[in-house]
């Protein structure tokens, strides 16, 4: 049962712009906090942004400014917009549920390939 789908991953040149999609088959999407998730090559899955069900967001530090969470809870579906990616962003991107630590997932879902490179 796939929960989360994420797609709109590529490659791009520093400096450029990406934005990702994840569609939610989940119950309740409307009032479920939901977050953006990465993982670089050896190492561990990191939170990159949060947005909570009345729209709050976060980011971790070193997106701030240049990454954008959304949600659109008629489509059950949450956005990332990526722009002056960096080559240390490479890293395939998962979207889930809000929680913490990171470790307390046990579902994910394929994910989606950014690779920042020139």
């Known amino acids: 049962q796939v929960l989360f789908a994420e797609s709109g991953g590529g490659l791009v040149q520093p400096g450029g712009s990406l934005r990702l999609s994840c569609a939610a088959s989940?119950?309740?999407?409307?009032?479920?906090?939901m977050a953006w998730y990465r993982q670089a090559p050896g190492k561990q899955r990191e939170l990159v942004a949060d947005?909570?069900?009345?729209?709050?967001?976060n980011y971790v530090d070193s997106v701030k400014g240049r990454f954008t969470i959304s949600r659109d809870n008629a489509k059950k579906t949450v956005y990332l917009q990526m722009a002056n990616l960096k080559p240390e962003d490479t890293a395939v991107y998962y979207c889930?549920?809000?929680?913490?630590?990171?470790?307390?997932?046990?579902?994910w879902g394929q994910g989606t390939q950014v690779t920042v490179s020139s």
């Open positions: 989940v119950i309740g999407f409307s009032s479920l906090p």
């Open positions: 947005i909570a069900s009345g729209g709050g967001t």
């Open positions: 889930n549920k809000y929680r913490v630590p990171t470790t307390a997932i046990a579902s």
